[in-house]
């Protein structure tokens, strides 16, 4: 059982999504808007945040910031708009996910159960990647190029390690969704790319660790 908290100015859509939720096995608190979910994040610990975008008071990439500044509370975001533009943005505010409306209650609780498992296991391969000046401590999830250390989300974090870890493979964007997000099937291609564009702005000069393999993904060549 995972507590989430959802955020969204809608009450049929809290209502929507608290069913589902608990039908799952999880306990559901609302918001309606940012600075209620703010507010709650310092009160409580959750496992998750489900956090609608354009909200009044305090918009949802306002309110994921502040909150990713008390924790590393897994974020969804739930939008209208799905620009890639808007999804960098949620993803750079600190967003794991970010999923378009009108959406599947089933599929967004898919996409719950995956984050909030993920969250739970901490199995690492080895304690320390290193890749010339690229460094990956896999025990203190930390990233570092010549001993400046990253800011990275948890899911560019994620995303580095696995094609990392896989070093020379040729990964498709399914198989980094699949391995990452955890889903192939609700999957989106954009999404894959969108996380690969802000990894490789935040890399630097170890950017071009990360090659595009046109029509089939990436790989990791270090």
């Known amino acids: 059982m995972s507590k989430i908290l959802i955020v969204d100015d809608e009450a049929d859509i809290r209502a929507v999504i608290r069913e589902y939720a608990e039908f799952e096995g999880h306990t559901?608190?609302?918001?309606?808007?940012g600075m209620d979910a703010v507010r709650l994040c310092r009160e409580?610990?959750?496992d998750i945040v489900i956090m609608d975008a354009m909200m009044p008071k305090l918009d949802g990439f306002s309110a994921s910031k502040e909150i990713k500044k008390l924790g590393d509370t897994p974020i969804i975001m739930l939008s209208a708009r799905g620009e890639e533009y808007d999804k960098l943005f949620g993803f750079e505010v600190g967003a794991d996910d970010y999923v378009v409306k009108p959406f599947?209650?089933?599929?967004?609780?898919?996409r719950v159960n995956v984050i909030v498992s993920r969250g739970k296991k901490s199995a690492q391969t080895a304690d320390t990647l290193t890749f010339g000046a690229l460094v990956i401590d896999?025990?203190?999830r930390t990233?570092?190029?010549?001993g400046e250390r990253l800011d990275l989300t948890p899911k560019e974090y994620e995303l580095l390690l696995y094609l990392a870890q896989n070093r020379g493979a040729a990964l498709t964007r399914d198989a980094l969704l699949n391995a990452v997000w955890g889903y192939d099937f609700f999957g989106d291609?954009?999404?894959?790319?969108?996380q690969v564009k802000l990894l490789r702005a935040k890399l630097?000069?170890?950017r071009d660790c990360i090659v595009t393999l046109?029509?089939?993904?990436?790989?990791?060549d270090a």
């Not at 559901?28 to 808007?33: K, P, Q, S, T």
């Open 28 to 33: 559901a608190v609302e918001a309606a808007d």
């Open 44 to 46: 409580t610990a959750f």
């Open 104 to 110: 599947s209650p089933k599929e967004l609780m898919a």
């Open 138 to 140: 896999t025990r203190g």
């Open 143 to 146: 990233v570092t190029i010549g």
């Open 189 to 194: 291609d954009r999404t894959v790319d969108a």
């Open 204 to 206: 630097g000069e170890c």
């Open 214 to 220: 046109r029509g089939v993904g990436y790989k990791f």
